[in-house]
């Protein structure tokens, strides 16, 4: 019997070792932040169609006559992006851990409109995000 105490202690030290070197965090700039976030990337300029994220991936709903849902959308804190010529969607995205109704507040007057963005970009597993230093609308 005690062989086996013995044999699950060390499979349960053994395993909280593995999660603590695969995921540890810790503090840092007042927050709690994994050691394994992506690298960032210098500023990169993404130009597309403004457009609420939800929608359009669930509908395929996007322009003009899909603003006033994209506003409501934003409000909520809802996810919004920009949608490129070549198809590729890049998630808007608050500095740090942002609350993501205030980090959409600044985007709603170019709602479902042509923009030039500059900005952090990140991507992982197929997707792309952004954090936003800059906007315009594109000429």
Known sequence: MKKYVLVAALILIGSL?????????HEEEGGMHSEHHAKESPDV???GQLIGMTCFIKHQSKGEKHRDCFKDCANKGLPIGILTGDHKIY???G?????LKETNKKFLKYAEEQIVAKGKVFSSNGINMIVVKGIKKAN
């Open 17 to 25: 070792s593995t999660s603590y070197a695969h995921g540890d965090k």
């Open 45 to 47: 300029v993404v130009k």
């Open 91 to 93: 998630q808007i995205s």
């Open 95 to 99: 500095e740090g851990h942002a609350d």
